[in-house]
């Protein structure tokens, strides 16, 4: 790790809390300023439609207002085919991005909530959209045994929430 920034703060530690969060937000309004600030929010909400919209026919809005800067989806349709919402988080793994948040909002059958940033580019939007294609297209068996390429395969999350291990195994 390079340390020699004699511009920087330098090195923050667990111990100082959020103090790093909070430096990094203040530099970031105070970076973009108001302009900057409208400029990305319209990025943030442009790419959330423009996925909204590329994914319709597959796996279709739970609302039908405009999106803002994130997208509900809902894979409710996709249950008929045994795909749920967790199956396409976790098949999403294998293609190199990180799961979205699912089951959240409560009320929307089967929700993926997709929050792209105001930095995300065509190309990685239009990667993701192929990805969900892919999936959708798959076996739903094969689907549903996601993740297949990461060190570690799909645990067990009921069992890890009712068996609780909150120790190293080495202490």
Not at 84 to 93: G, I, Q, V
Not at 105 to 115: D, K, Q, S
Not at 117 to 137: G, M, P, Q, W, Y
């Amino acid at each position: 790790m390079d340390c020699d920034r004699p511009q920087s703060i330098g090195k923050l530690n667990a111990f100082y809390g959020n103090a790093g969060l909070l430096v990094r937000a203040l530099a970031y309004l105070v970076r973009n300023g108001a302009d900057g600030l409208r400029e990305v929010s319209r990025h943030a909400v442009l790419n959330a439609n423009y996925i909204r919209a590329r994914l319709k026919p597959l796996i279709p809005a739970a609302y039908q207002a405009p999106s803002m800067h994130e997208v509900v989806l809902t894979a409710g349709p996709l249950k008929k085919r045994g795909i749920t919402a967790l199956d396409l988080a976790k098949r999403l793994l294998d293609f190199g991005f990180y799961a979205p948040t699912v089951y959240f909002p409560l009320i929307v059958e089967e929700a993926i909530m997709v929050e792209p940033t105001e930095t995300e580019s065509r190309a990685t939007l239009d990667a993701f959209i192929k990805a969900l294609e892919t999936i959708v297209a798959e076996d739903p068996a094969f689907v549903h045994a996601a993740p297949h390429t990461t060190p570690v395969g799909r645990l067990d999350e009921v069992k890890a929430a009712r068996d609780l291990v909150l120790t190293w195994p080495g202490r």
